[in-house]
């Protein structure tokens, strides 16, 4: 009876002990099977990261890309402009140059044309202080001649003329008409004048 007894408290732990290895068994089932889907869960997150990583990198080297184009781009133009603005500037320096040149040219030009005006001036206020020296010599001998006065007596009172109208006095003795004076008066001097 002891033996039976015994026998069946071996088989009751015997059973026990299944049941509690089975309990185990399922929990580290249980376990592996949530392990497994967290490392399952854990590897999508990981690919998902290392995707949006990958994306994330190449968005920033399509910008870098563009970025560099761009910049390549911008030097480019701004060594155009350069070019541009060295070749603007070199033709401004020579304009001003030419214009610099212009204005010597005109201001010389002028000086020329101020000084044959004041010759002019001078050479047609000689000439009417010949015209009326003669205006008065030919009066004084009217009057001379009107009075019975002999001609040397008349030659002796004709004035002096000076010595700078001393040139005129060919061209006041073969002067032009007066019409021609009165339309151009003074072009006579800068021309040759009638032949007597």
């Known amino acids: 009876v002891e033996a039976c007894a015994a026998a069946r408290d071996r088989s009751g732990r015997g059973r026990d002990d299944l049941a509690q290895a089975r309990r185990s068994q399922e929990a580290q089932g249980a376990e ?34 563009r970025a560099l184009v761009q910049h390549q781009q911008l030097q480019e133009k701004r060594t155009e402009e350069q070019k541009q603005q060295h070749l603007l ?9 030419e ?10 030009e002028l000086e020329k044309l101020h000084e044959r005006q004041a010759a002019l001036h001078r050479r047609a206020e000689l000439y009417m202080q010949h015209v009326s020296n003669l205006l008065a010599q030919r009066s004084d001998e009217q009057l001379a001649i009107s009075e019975g006065a002999a001609p040397d007596v008349v030659g002796a009172g004709k004035r002096e003329l000076s010595p700078d109208a001393a040139p005129l006095r060919h061209r006041l003795v073969c002067s032009p008409s007066p019409g021609r004076v009165s339309s151009n008066p003074l072009g006579f001097l800068s021309s040759p004048g009638p032949q007597c």
Do not use: G, N, P
């Open 99 to 108: 214009l610099a040149s212009a204005r010597r040219a005109h201001e010389a």
């Open 89 to 97: 500037q070199t033709q401004r320096l020579k304009l001003e140059e």
């Open 32 to 65: 592996e099977a949530d392990l497994e889907q967290r490392v399952h869960q854990i590897s999508a997150e990981y690919e998902r990261a290392k995707q949006a990583h990958e994306d994330r990198v190449q968005a920033f080297e399509e910008r870098r890309q």
